[in-house]
C-alpha cells in the first residue's frame, strides 16, 4: 500500500465534519510526503506553471516547442497529454493537475531524465487541494480570467484568489532567477501586479487594456502593434519582426504572445523563435480541422465557457455555422447553460443541442437549460446521441458551410452516472460519420 493509497483509506473513517475541519491540513500532508518522497524534484529543474481561464494548454505547447526549436530537452503535463523528453501518453485522468504524487512523481522522472524544463498547466481546483504546494516554481505565466468553477470555489472573487496563490507560490520560491509574465489586457492584471520577480513582461496588443505607464518601469513589454487575422492564420509584427502563425484567431494571438514572451526571457533568439511560430500547427481538440476530403469545414473545439465560444464562433464569421453543443460538467458551473444558448442563437445558422458529460444529472434538464437562452423564432434539434447529433450536423452541412463541435476536444469519456464513463472522441466520431456519407455518395 503506498503512501497516498493509506492517506485514502484512513479518510474513510474520520467523521465528515471533522474531516472538512481538517482538510486543509489533510492536503498539504499529502502535499508533503508527495515531494518528501520523491525528493523534492521541483528544485532540480527550472520548473514553467502557466495558469489563466483559457489558453494555458496552447500556451504550454507553443512554449515546448520554442525550446524544443532551441535544442532543450522539456517535460510537460496539460489538460492534453504528459510527456518526458520523447516519451509521451494521452491524459486520460479527465484533471488537468493531477494528483500530489502524480505530479511529484512526474517532476521527478523529468528531472532524472535530464529535462532543463518542466511545463506545467496549474487549475484553481488544484490549488484549493494544496497540489501547487511544495513546486519550486522559477515562472507563472497569467493568461486571462473569466468566469468559471464559481460553483466549486463559491465566488469569481475566490476562483480569482486561488489563482493569486500559485503567484504567492512564486514569490516564496527559492529559486534564483524569477519570472512572471501577465497579459496586460486582461482587467484582472491588477491583481498580480504586486508580485515581485528577477523578471517581468507585459504582452498585449498595443493601445489596449492596462496603460503602460501602470506597469512600472522594471516591466519588460512585448505589444503587438499591427496584425491581420486570415482564414487560414495569423499575421503579427513585434517591433520590426514579422511573425506568420497557422493559429486561428484573436485569442490565439495572446497565447503566441505569452510564449514569446517566455522564450524571451530565456534569452532565446527570435530567429528561433519566428521558425518555431511557424511550423506550429496547432493543439489536438483545440480548433482541429477534421479533413476527410469532403466540401466543407468540420472544426472540433474544447471551448467550454461562454467566452471562449463567443470568440470560436467569431473565428468562422464568414460561413454559415451548423453548431452542435452541450453543457461542460453536469452539477456544476449551472449559470452558463443559458449563456450557451444565448451566444449559440446570435451566431450560429442551425443549432443541435447534445449530451455532453452529464454524471450524476440528468442529461435532458442539462439540456433544457441551455435551449432556455435561445429565443424564439429561433429553431434547434435535440439530439441527446452526441454521435447521432454529430452525424446529423455533418449530413445537413453543405459547401462551404463550418461544423463546430464543441465542449470536450480530446476530452477521451463522455461521463456518466456514479463514475461510469464511455470511452469517447469527438475527432474520431466526427471522422467516422463523415467518411459513412462520403462513401453513401459515392456507391
Not at 501602470?214 to 513585434?238: H, Q, T
Not at 511550423?279 to 474544447?302: A, L, P
Request: aromatic share 12%; with cysteine; net charge positive.
Amino acid at each position: 500500500m503506498t503512501l497516498e493509497t493509506f492517506f485514502v483509506f484512513l479518510k474513510r473513517f474520520i467523521p465528515r465534519k471533522l474531516f472538512v475541519f481538517f482538510q486543509p491540513v489533510y492536503h498539504r500532508l499529502l502535499a508533503f510526503f508527495a515531494a518528501l518522497i520523491y525528493c523534492f524534484p521541483s528544485r532540480k529543474i527550472f520548473v514553467v506553471g502557466v495558469t489563466g481561464t483559457k489558453g494555458k494548454t496552447t500556451v504550454l505547447e507553443i512554449i515546448n516547442a520554442i525550446l524544443e526549436q532551441a535544442g532543450f530537452k522539456t517535460a510537460l503535463m496539460s489538460t492534453l497529454r504528459f510527456k518526458v523528453g520523447d516519451e509521451e501518453e494521452r491524459n486520460e485522468l479527465k484533471m488537468t493537475m493531477p494528483g500530489r504524487f502524480f505530479v511529484q512523481k512526474f517532476l521527478r522522472k523529468a528531472a532524472k531524465g535530464g529535462c532543463e524544463y518542466a511545463l506545467l498547466e496549474m487549475t484553481s481546483q488544484g490549488v484549493s487541494q494544496s497540489r501547487h504546494k511544495f513546486i519550486a516554481l522559477d515562472s507563472m505565466i497569467f493568461t486571462n480570467l473569466a468566469a468559471e468553477h464559481i460553483e466549486s470555489h463559491g465566488s469569481f472573487e475566490k476562483y480569482r484568489e486561488a489563482k493569486v496563490e500559485l503567484f504567492k507560490a512564486l514569490q516564496k520560491s527559492r529559486k534564483k532567477k524569477k519570472v512572471l509574465v501577465l497579459n496586460k489586457d486582461d482587467e484582472n492584471i491588477k491583481y498580480f501586479l504586486p508580485f515581485k520577480a528577477e523578471e517581468r513582461w507585459a504582452y498585449g496588443i498595443e493601445g489596449r487594456g492596462f496603460e503602460e505607464n501602470g506597469l512600472g518601469e522594471d516591466f519588460k513589454k512585448l505589444y503587438v502593434s499591427k496584425f491581420i487575422l486570415r482564414e487560414n492564420g495569423i499575421d503579427f509584427e513585434i517591433g520590426e519582426k514579422s511573425f506568420s502563425s497557422k493559429l486561428l484567431g484573436e485569442f490565439n494571438l495572446y497565447n503566441l504572445l505569452a510564449a514569446v514572451s517566455f522564450a524571451l526571457s530565456q534569452s532565446v533568439g527570435e530567429s528561433v523563435i519566428k521558425k518555431a511560430v511557424e511550423k506550429f500547427s496547432g493543439v489536438s481538440g483545440r480548433v482541429e480541422f477534421i479533413n476527410e476530403g469532403q466540401d466543407f469545414k468540420i472544426v472540433v473545439d474544447y471551448a467550454h465557457t461562454p467566452d471562449s465560444l463567443q470568440k470560436l464562433y467569431e473565428v468562422f464569421q464568414a460561413s454559415r455555422r451548423i453548431c452542435v453543443l452541450g453543457a461542460t460538467g453536469g452539477g456544476r458551473d449551472k449559470w452558463k447553460r443559458i449563456e450557451f444558448g444565448r451566444i449559440a442563437a446570435a451566431n450560429c445558422d442551425e443549432i443541435i443541442l447534445t449530451n455532453e458529460d452529464p454524471y450524476d444529472e440528468n442529461p435532458a434538464e442539462i439540456i433544457s437549460n441551455i435551449a432556455m437562452g435561445i429565443e424564439s423564432p429561433f429553431k434547434y434539434k435535440i439530439m441527446a446521441d452526441r454521435r447521432d447529433a454529430i452525424r446529423e450536423a455533418l449530413r445537413t452541412a453543405k459547401k462551404g458551410d463550418t461544423v463546430l463541435i464543441t465542449g470536450k476536444g480530446t476530452d477521451p469519456f463522455i461521463m456518466g452516472p456514479n463514475g461510469s464513463k464511455i470511452r469517447w472522441d469527438d475527432r474520431d466520431v466526427a471522422r467516422e460519420e463523415i467518411g459513412k456519407i462520403l462513401n453513401s455518395k459515392q456507391e
